[in-house]
């Protein structure tokens, strides 16, 4: 007989945000209250859709950037097992 254990896959989680740069060369946003979070996709493929659809709406902006975030390759908090470091 073979035993097969469940294991539970990483829920994967794409993050499309964007906002108006200070400098062109840094990633350091101007203004993080107009930052434009564009939403949180399943799959990479149509994170980068999105990503690439906001992109290019804002093509004559040179300083206007947009990126795609795997927010499911952040680390787990439990709240509830950390609660005393928390506090």
Known sequence: MIVTKDIDKEQALY???GGEL???TK????NLDDIDVVGIFSSYSS????????SQQ???NALMRYFVVDISRFPYCDLEKNRSNIF
Do not use: G, M, S
Not at 27 to 30: C, D, G, L, Q, V
Not at 47 to 54: I, M, Q, R, T
């Open 15 to 17: 993050l499309v945000f």
């Open 22 to 24: 200070e400098e062109i």
């Open 27 to 30: 990633k350091k946003i101007r």
């Open 47 to 54: 994170a980068y859709d999105a990503w690439k659809e906001k």
């Open 58 to 60: 804002t093509v004559d």
